[in-house]
C-alpha cells in the first residue's frame, strides 16, 4: 500500500474525532495513558515574536541531534502511541532538518497509523511543507493578525535588532501565500490564534482571514504568562470571555473551532463562566479540547534527550530517552505531586481537568481535586 492509500483509510480528524484530546485515552483506558509524544527538532527560528511560548529557548546555533533511529525505538515501545507532534523553533528552518528528521518521523507515523502535527510558521519556503505533505496529518500555524503591520509588530519583537517593514511584508505574504497553497492542495491546515491583549477586540477580523487563507479549523487559546509572554498585560477572565463570545458570534458556523488551555469550568467560577461553557457545548463545529501536556502527552528534546510535561515548562527534565522509556516517564509524571494537583475528571462534561499554567494564573486558592461539574 502506498502512502496515499494509506491515508485515504486513516479516519478522518473532525471535531467528533480528535485523537490529541485526553479525554479519549482517559475514557478509553480507565486512567491517562500516554497516546503522545511531541519532538522538539530545533531551537532556531526566522522570528522572535512577542509571545513566544519557548522563548528563550530559541538559539542562533545548535549542535548534534540524537541520531533518529534511537527517537524511533523509543516511540516503538510506546504501547498506546496515536499522535506526534513536531515542534520548534521553526521545525523547517534547515532543509536538512526536513529530510533527516522530520520526514522520517512523519513516515514512521504514518507506516503505524499514528496521527501527526507539524507546528510551523509557514514563512519559508513552500517546497520544504510540501515536502511533508503526503505524510502529514495536521500543519498548525500561528496567526494573530489582521495585516502585515500587526505581523511586522508582534514577529521580531525580541530579535535583538531591527527587522525592516519590507522583509516583514514579505515573509506575512508568503505566510498567507502558502496557506492558501497548502489549503488548496488539501492539506489540514489549523490555524492557531491568542487570545491576548492585542487580539481579544480584533479576534473576528483574524477569523475572517484565517478562512480566507482555506484553513479547515481555527484553533484559539489564551495567552498565558510563560517564556516572552511573561511580562506581558495579562487579560482578565471577563475580557477573555467577551472574546470568546465575540468569535461565536461573528465566526463562519463551517469552520472548526477548536478552543484549548480554556480558564472555564464547568465546576464553578461565576455564573457568566457556566453560561460560556453552556454555550461552547452547544455550538455545532465548536469543540473545546482538554490539554494534552502531561494528561496523554510528553515533550521528547531531540538534542539532549530530556524529556518534559510541556515544550514550554518551567518544570525541569523528567527523564531521558538515553535511560528511560516515555511509558516509564510518563507513569512517573502521573505520582509527581504537580500532575495529582490538577487530576481532576468529570466525564459528563468530557473535562479532565485544568492545564497547569492556567491554574496558576486564574486559579491559585483553587482545589480542583475538590470540585465537581454542576452544568
Ligand atoms: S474535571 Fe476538574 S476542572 Fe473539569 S469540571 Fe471537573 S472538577 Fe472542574
Not at 497516546?35 to 522563548?55: D, I
Request: hydrophobic share 40%; with cysteine.
Amino acid at each position: 500500500m502506498n502512502d496515499y492509500e494509506q491515508a485515504a483509510i486513516l479516519k478522518p480528524i473532525t471535531p467528533e474525532y480528535d485523537p490529541w484530546d485526553p479525554i479519549r485515552s482517559l475514557r478509553q483506558h480507565g486512567r491517562h495513558v500516554l497516546t503522545s509524544v511531541e519532538f522538539t527538532v530545533t531551537n532556531l527560528c526566522n522570528m522572535r515574536c512577542e509571545h513566544c511560548a519557548v522563548g528563550d529557548a530559541l538559539t542562533m546555533t545548535e549542535g548534534a541531534r540524537i541520531p533518529i533511529a534511537d527517537l524511533i525505538r523509543r516511540l516503538d515501545e510506546v504501547e498506546h502511541l496515536e499522535t506526534i507532534s513536531i515542534t520548534g523553533g521553526e521545525p523547517s528552518y534547515l532543509e536538512k532538518t526536513v529530510k533527516e528528521y522530520i520526514v522520517p518521523l512523519l513516515k514512521y507515523a504514518r507506516e503505524r497509523g499514528v496521527r501527526t502535527q507539524i507546528n510551523s510558521n509557514v514563512t519559508l519556503d513552500l517546497s520544504r511543507y510540501e515536502r511533508m505533505a503526503p505524510y502529514l496529518d495536521v500543519m498548525h500555524i500561528s496567526f494573530n493578525y489582521t495585516d502585515a503591520d500587526d505581523f511586522h509588530r508582534v514577529g521580531f519583537v525580541h530579535a535583538g535588532h531591527p527587522v525592516g517593514r519590507d522583509t516583514a511584508v514579505k515573509m506575512y505574504e508568503r505566510m498567507i501565500d502558502n496557506a492558501r497553497a497548502l489549503s488548496k492542495g488539501g492539506m489540514f491546515v489549523s490555524a492557531e490564534s491568542m487570545i491576548n491583549f492585542r487580539t481579544h477586540e480584533k479576534i473576528v477580523d483574524i477569523h475572517r482571514l484565517i478562512g480566507e487563507m482555506g484553513c479547515v479549523r481555527h484553533e484559539v487559546h489564551p495567552m498565558y504568562p510563560s517564556a516572552f509572554a511573561a511580562n506581558l498585560p495579562k487579560l482578565s477572565l471577563e475580557e477573555i470571555r467577551a472574546s470568546i463570545h465575540r468569535l461565536l458570534d461573528g465566526r463562519d458556523p463551517d469552520m472548526w473551532m477548536l478552543f484549548g488551555t480554556l480558564p472555564f469550568f464547568a465546576c464553578g467560577g461565576e455564573e457568566a463562566d457556566l453560561e460560556l461553557v453552556r454555550r461552547m457545548r452547544s455550538e455545532p463545529k465548536v469543540t473545546v479540547r482538554n490539554d494534552p501536556d502531561g494528561r496523554n502527552r510528553l515533550n521528547v528534546n531531540m538534542f539532549t534527550g530530556d524529556v518534559f510535561v510541556t515544550d514550554f515548562a518551567d518544570l525541569s527534565s523528567l527523564g531521558n530517552v538515553a535511560t528511560d522509556s516515555l511509558d516509564g516517564i510518563f507513569d512517573k509524571w502521573l505520582e509527581h505531586p504537580l500532575s495529582r494537583m490538577v487530576n481532576c475528571h468529570c466525564d459528563a462534561v468530557a473535562c479532565c481537568g485544568p492545564n497547569l499554567l492556567v491554574a496558576d494564573a486564574y486559579y491559585r486558592d483553587v482545589d480542583f481535586m475538590k470540585r465537581r461539574a454542576i452544568v
